[in-house]
């Protein structure tokens, strides 16, 4: 038996392609990254401290593709080992710096868990006074026996809180006499 019923075709509107999907960032636990970390020995890093590390690199590059990659800036990497430490850096180009950084620490089976970058600053002159400020202000609470910029046992969050605190007083400064 044919069915003989008219066909119903229906209105479909013009095609338009979904939002692109926002990245999303997987929630990786840092703190058993650290302590992974303090119990490392000589062999290769543990795969979840090498998936905390990638997604703290990749999220640095969607912040500086958004902000600038080519800016004076400070940054604070919170770094991962048997001794943990907090290190106050400064650079034009803080994506290459701090991936020469993770190279090097990885050598030494040393592992970034956490990075902080500044707002830029004008000039190379501002941004090392702005660097000298936040390693005085971390010095007195932390000790950096091997170099100036590395503070063993540091707290990231006061390291934070040094380099912002630093770039906004010298920025202001800056600011006032323009």
Known sequence: MALTAPLFIPRVPPFFPPPAPRRRFVHIDRTRARNLMRDVGNGPLPEHVQLVQAQTRERLRVFLAEAGFRHHRLYVLEVASRHPRVKIGVSKEPYDRIARHISEYNRWQHALIRVHVTDPLPDRLTARRAEVQAHTWMDK??????????FMDGDYVFGKICADTAVSVLTQDSDVRC
């Open 141 to 150: 609470h932390f000790t950096a026996p091997h170099s100036r910029e590395e």
